[in-house]
């Protein structure tokens, strides 16, 4: 028959050991902080031996092994798929052009709380040139003094 051994830290977290296995940490949500799952976490040796000789402060085991990185899983970097252009859609530095029809346009984001995009019709110069991938949108506006398009009766609604 295994032994296991529980020990309660000062928050009401507890871990437990059973013989020779790895001790664990069972963290249960905590009103009023980050902590609002249920987790167990393996816990190394030298926390368990400071546990084990006494310690049952959660603030000083944080400080001294760092045991919040323990707890708090870091997600993995998320991987942004980048727009595909097409013959007829073309993702450029800021700004999308599109052809529709027999009509070209120019899409950007506004630089404004909320996420809003403006879009208007072009030439179809400018969109051949902003194909090309060497310009940003600023460098359009300037090129083809596009700054009287640049009007709220083109958001994006």
């Known amino acids: 028959m295994t032994q296991q051994r529980e020990y309660i830290l000062d928050n009401g977290w507890i871990v437990s050991k059973e013989a020779d ?4 940490l069972h963290v249960t949500p905590l009103p009023n902080s980050i902590f609002r799952i249920y987790q167990d976490i393996k816990l190394p040796n030298n926390i368990l031996k400071d546990i084990e000789a006494g310690e049952r402060s959660i603030s000083k085991l944080f400080k001294k092994h760092k045991l919040h990185t323990l707890i708090i899983k870091w ?20 700004f999308i052009v599109t052809q529709e029809d027999e009509k070209y346009f120019i899409e950007y984001l506004l ?3 909320g996420g809003k995009s403006r879009k208007f ?3 179809r110069e400018i969109y051949e040139d902003a194909r090309k991938g060497d310009k940003s949108t600023s460098d359009l506006f300037k090129k083809y003094n596009l700054y009287h398009l640049d ?7």
């Open 21 to 24: 296995n790895l001790a664990i």
């Open 75 to 94: 997600g993995k970097p998320k991987t942004i798929i980048p727009e595909e252009n097409t013959p007829i859609k073309y993702f450029g530095k800021g």
């Open 111 to 113: 630089s404004i709380q």
């Open 121 to 123: 019709e072009i030439t």
């Open 151 to 157: 009007i709220p009766e083109n958001d994006v609604k």
